[in-house]
């Protein structure tokens, strides 16, 4: 039995997670600008770079996350936070969109080979009665990384007169930060000894575990990349900056609500923090649909920071309350994975909607799938976490 949930492991991943997002959303804000702005893509091409990010990351998830449970986890978090890091070397480079897809690509590859072993070793490290509050904790560094990104993006684009590309830049530093810091995480994982007799290497994941990934997967094929709600609002008259402060205001809320959201979740149940979560999603994207008004669109976009932080970690610890030791990593790598290839999906049909209209209609097709979503799993009989 663990003496606390705030294990070495979990405050070390936690930094390593924070430097590494303060690298991606200093860099994430000032992508749709990059692309339809300075490289001159179209929407189309912003919502497939997205979509084929997701999927390479979610296909890498599938193999890194049960190969943990062979390997170990340590491996695969080193790598995949040094990937990531040469993927945004070849984001902000990128003269045409081609390139910047194959960054984005490399980028979520790196993404994916750490994604499903890390939070493995955040459950192997922490006692399963604190799942949510050590994913809760872990998403609130993430989302700190999230603030301080953007704000070092706008301090760049005071100091270098708006010079997006020349900013972008800047975001190799955190990235580099982030690599380093995962040589000092130490294995938590105990290597099973060969079983000759035993011939199932993969045992089968139980139902519960596997009803409720089909169901959060059909959720997220509603959720179309958060780059497309910003490109919104520059739509709408938002300036650079504008859509910078924008996202530091939507991940500010994430950070103050990730931590008492997995605390909830603990107390009540996963499923219907997750349902308000997506209550949440629900409002804010058809507000940012149907609004103009700069002042709406903010509180529409603050509402939806409530998103990911009673939805992303909440979900991981979920499926890690479902799954037994021999088949963790596995099963957080299936989860993270089938949920990288719905958002390709819903990339793709966000992408291939959106218009220069008054009305965006992705977002409120988006924001009635969160609905259903949300009312599924209220009304749903899904078993509890615990037993």
């Known amino acids: 039995m663990m003496k606390t949930w705030l294990t070495r492991n979990l ?26 702005g300075v490289i001159g893509a179209a929407p189309l091409a912003l919502g497939l770079i997205e979509g084929c990010a997701e999927a390479a990351a979610g296909f890498t998830k599938l193999i890194s996350g049960k190969s943990s449970d ?9 790598s995949g936070y040094s990937l990531a890091g040469v993927g945004k070397a070849l984001v902000v480079v990128a003269t045409g969109w081609p390139l910047v897809l194959l960054g984005r690509v490399t980028d979520r590859i790196g993404k ?28 609130t560094g993430d989302n700190i990384g999230a603030v301080i990104g953007p704000g070092i993006a706008l301090i760049g684009l005071a100091m270098l007169d708006g010079d997006v590309r020349a900013v972008a830049k800047w975001a190799l530093i955190p990235a580099i930060i982030s690599g380093l810091l995962t040589l000092l995480v130490k294995e938590n994982f105990i290597k099973k000894p060969k079983i000759k007799v035993e011939k199932k290497i993969h045992p089968q994941l139980p139902s519960p575990l596997k009803r409720a990934i089909a169901i959060l ?6 959720n179309i990349p958060d780059v497309l709600l910003l490109l919104r609002l520059h739509d ?22 990730a931590f008492p959201g997995g605390y909830i979740a603990d107390k009540l149940s996963p499923r ?44 991981k610890a979920w499926i890690a309350g479902l799954s037994e030791d021999n088949h963790r990593g596995r099963a957080q790598g299936v989860y993270q994975a089938s ?15 959106w218009s220069k209209g008054e009305i965006q209609w992705p977002l409120i097709v988006a924001a009635c799938g969160a609905l259903i979503g949300a009312i599924t799993l209220a009304t749903s009989h899904l078993r509890p976490v615990r037993s």
Do not use: C
């Open 217 to 222: 997967v059909l959720i997220q094929l509603t």
């Open 112 to 139: 994916g080979m750490r994604g499903a072993p890390r939070d493995a070793l955040i459950s192997d490290s922490v006692d399963k009665a604190n799942l949510g509050k050590a994913f809760g904790f872990h998403r």
């Open 272 to 315: 219907v923090v997750y349902a308000v979560g997506l209550l949440a999603f629900a409002i804010a994207y058809a507000t940012l649909g149907f609004t103009n008004n700069h002042l709406i669109a903010l509180i529409a976009l603050a509402l939806y920071g409530l998103f990911p932080a009673l939805t992303d970690g909440v979900g």
């Open 339 to 353: 949920m990288n290839f719905a958002v390709l999906g819903a990339g793709i049909w966000g992408g291939a909607m």
């Open 70 to 78: 062979r390997l170990g986890r340590r491996p695969f978090v080193i």
């Open 11 to 36: 405050i070390l991943l936690t930094l390593i997670s924070l430097a590494q997002d303060a690298a991606s959303e200093l860099l994430y804000p000032l992508l749709p600008i990059l692309l339809t």
């Open 236 to 257: 709408i008259g938002f300036s650079t900056n504008g859509v910078v402060l924008s996202y530091m205001l939507f991940s500010g809320v994430t950070v103050v609500a």
